[in-house]
């Protein structure tokens, strides 16, 4: 079938690469910094936070930044400013799905001998500045008639659920919010604007911004970075690193339904590529720990939910009630916020929540430290296209080190 093609696979089955380290700078929104100098803290830190020298980095992979995507030369401005120099070099363009996906080429490369010890960086300071021009089918057609962006796709993308499904799970959703903000209130990573209690009622009344999507279904921009430090599991445990986790499973899939052969605008990547990395490992959706899914909006949750296969189609709503998906709870999702209530700095979204997920692994969550840390998925959405649903997809099963 059409998607096969599309799939990138990548087995971690003999637990051979360990993310030993994670490190962000806070979410700030029109912070007046550059994506580049957002970058080179979180490296800094990262390599305070490990104890890894610079010399000692040999492979560099990069998300795009909205920021400063006029720059022809964008991953070496960032290895000029973080004081590297590598061996391979590799800038990913899946939007949200790029940080998951830059692990999995930073791991593909060290397998293949073309560096050693890898940082993957993710950062966009796209609420100071927003240089990206998305040609095609936005400024072709959408811009034209005020189908612009993000915003009115997953409007549409939710009436469509509700035509289906006979209404959105309002309730669920607005426990939803108020599950994530509980966490972001003890996040100090988390927008400063953001870090404010809700109530499922305040959710409620929050106004409509393309019907039925309301204020509270959406991120908000801000500036930030994320820098993760990958390498061998032989290494780690040679030079003496804590902090191991194995990426287990991962699976990616580009530009679903190329043919639109598929009726149902609701339906993405994920009913592919979620069942998949699943049965790579041999887990199951109840084996899941914590859920980390990329969350522009909240109604992605829902779908993330039910086409990967924690509850049948149209029940997603049913299951978050069912549950309680806090950091606290039985079923954590995004404990720390997500991006809905700790900010989106741009392409750069897909770091926070696979930073989330590595923070709760290593046992430094703090307060909002969830119970279960052994296993976790974090997921990755990428690309709005013209009349369809995103298009790209991506999984991560991540497993706690013994």
Excluded at 129 to 145: A, K, M, W
Excluded at 328 to 348: E, R
Excluded at 356 to 381: F, H, P, S, W
């Amino acid at each position: 079938m059409f998607w096969r093609g599309a799939i990138r696979i990548m087995l971690f089955q003999n637990r051979d690469i360990a993310i030993v380290g994670c490190a962000r700078t806070k979410h700030i929104r029109n912070s007046g910094r550059t994506a580049s100098d957002l970058a080179a803290a979180a490296v800094e830190r990262l390599l305070i936070q490990t104890g890894v020298t610079r010399e000692r980095i040999d492979g560099f992979a990069s998300t795009l930044a909205m920021s400063d995507c006029s720059n022809p030369f964008w991953t070496n401005l960032l290895l000029e400013n973080s004081g590297l120099c590598v061996a391979w070099c590799q800038v990913t363009d899946m939007g949200g799905a790029s940080a998951l996906g830059n692990i999995a080429r930073a791991s593909a490369a060290i397998r293949a001998g073309l560096c050693n010890i890898a940082i993957c960086v993710a950062s966009d300071a796209v609420s100071t500045v927003d240089r990206s021009n998305q040609v095609g089918h936005r400024t072709e057609f959408g811009d034209p008639l005020g189908y612009s962006g993000p915003l009115t796709a997953f409007g549409l993308l939710s009436t469509a659920y509700a035509g289906i499904h006979g209404g959105l799970p309002e309730r669920a959703l607005g426990q939803l919010a108020v599950a994530q903000r509980t966490g972001a209130l003890l996040n100090d990573d988390a927008c400063t604007q953001l870090r404010i209690p809700l109530t499922v009622e305040e959710y409620l009344a929050s106004p409509f911004v393309s019907t039925p999507l309301r204020l509270l279904d959406c991120v908000m921009r801000c500036d930030g970075a994320s820098a993760f430090l990958v390498m061998e599991t032989s290494t780690a445990r040679e030079i003496g690193m804590q902090n191991i986790v194995h990426p287990v499973g991962y699976r990616e899939i580009s530009n679903f339904d190329p043919q639109q052969s598929i009726d149902d605008i609701t339906r993405t990547g994920f009913s592919i590529v979620g069942p998949q990395v699943l049965g790579d490992t041999g887990w199951r959706s109840s084996d899941i720990q914590s859920f980390h899914p990329y969350d522009d909006f909240l109604i992605a949750i829902i779908l993330q939910l039910e086409q990967i296969g924690f509850c049948a189609e149209g029940r997603g709503g049913a299951f978050l009630l069912d549950r309680d998906v806090t950091f606290a709870g039985d079923f954590p999702i995004n404990p720390g916020g997500g991006q809905i209530s700790s900010g989106q700095p741009g392409l750069a979204g897909g770091g926070v929540n696979l930073s989330e997920a590595l923070i709760q692994m290593y046992r430094e969550a703090g307060d909002r430290q969830i119970k279960q840390t052994e296993n976790a998925m974090v997921t990755g959405i990428g690309v709005i296209q013209y009349g369809r649903n995103w298009g790209v997809s991506n999984v991560m099963l991540l497993e706690r080190g013994r």
